[in-house]
């Protein structure tokens, strides 16, 4: 056999085994891309599209647009298809044949996938009325969610293509339901009449807006490293706190104080990636 020869037939073997595309990539490719479509439709569906009850009108309303003082007003909630439009195209991006060994993606799409699955999971059971639950859930949707963006953080983009259905997706993704899981904290007590933990509906209202400042905070100091996804994050959150601001101000339930804490925690939530972003040195902001 000529040198040449066996070059060609050794060449699939000299590949680093970081950089060879193995059948459990093809199966993970698959598996993601199916699991998301159905995840995906599902929730769709789940939340009143095709037929089925919107989450404002289960568990008796309890969160819907006026159902607490930081419940967000109903504009909000289109974020949603945004953040389905991304979930698609991350599972799109995700099953192409030259992205079957992509470090990024290896390391994330389990995890995308185990977030859309907790999200239709969270609508069920909201469906069902069981809101104590619904916060379990949601919680632990947030945390999946977390460990993807410390997976991103750890693992440039290759490109604007992959940022793009990566780190805007996620990044939107995490911050409303970060806004969302604030609400959720918040409904639950209430429709089980258990009140605002002898604070008062304003304070309590103020405690969970300030909360979701902080946490905008700590998302921008911690994914500094990745503007795009630290952007996004803060984007995300202030729409959602904004929109609270916006119901508290107008409509049936208005609450003056709650909606000025929510509006500086939106301003809060927008400027913190950057004011983070600037904030790191000169040489290291490119990276």
Do not use: C, K
Not at 21 to 46: H, S, Y
């Amino acid at each position: 056999m000529t040198s040449a020869a066996m070059n060609s037939g050794d060449a699939a073997s000299d590949l680093p085994p970081e950089t060879a595309v193995t059948t459990r990539d093809r199966v993970r490719q698959g598996i993601v891309l199916v699991g998301a479509l159905l995840a995906v439709a599902g929730a769709a569906w789940g939340s009143g599209a095709f037929g089925g009850t919107a989450i404002q009108d289960a568990a008796d309303g309890a969160l819907s647009a006026t159902a607490t003082p930081v419940a967000p007003d109903g504009p909000a909630f289109s974020i949603w298809s945004v953040v389905y439009l991304g979930l698609v195209a991350f599972a799109v991006y995700q099953v192409l044949p030259a992205q079957g060994a992509n470090p990024r993606l290896r390391a994330v799409s389990w995890w995308v996938l185990a977030s859309m699955l907790l999200n239709a999971a969270w609508i069920g059971v909201v469906q069902a009325g069981w809101l104590w639950a619904s916060v379990v859930v949601i919680g632990a949707l947030v945390a999946v969610l977390a460990v993807v963006l410390v997976r991103l953080v750890r693992i440039p983009a290759s490109g604007v293509v992959e940022a793009a259905v990566t780190d805007v997706t996620t990044g939107l993704y995490l911050g409303w339901v970060s806004v969302a899981t604030l609400a959720d904290v918040a409904a639950a007590p209430t429709a089980s009449d258990v009140g605002e933990l002898g604070l008062g509906a304003s304070a309590w209202g103020v405690v969970v807006v300030a909360a979701g400042a902080v946490l905008s905070v700590a998302y921008a100091v911690f994914a500094a490293p990745r503007p795009v996804v630290a952007i996004s994050i803060g984007l995300a959150m202030a729409w959602g706190l904004g929109w609270i601001s916006a119901g508290r101000f107008g409509g049936p339930l208005v609450d003056e104080t709650v909606a000025v804490a929510a509006a500086i925690a939106a301003a809060v939530a927008l400027v913190a990636p950057f004011v983070a972003w600037l904030g790191r040195p000169r040489e290291v902001r490119g990276h």
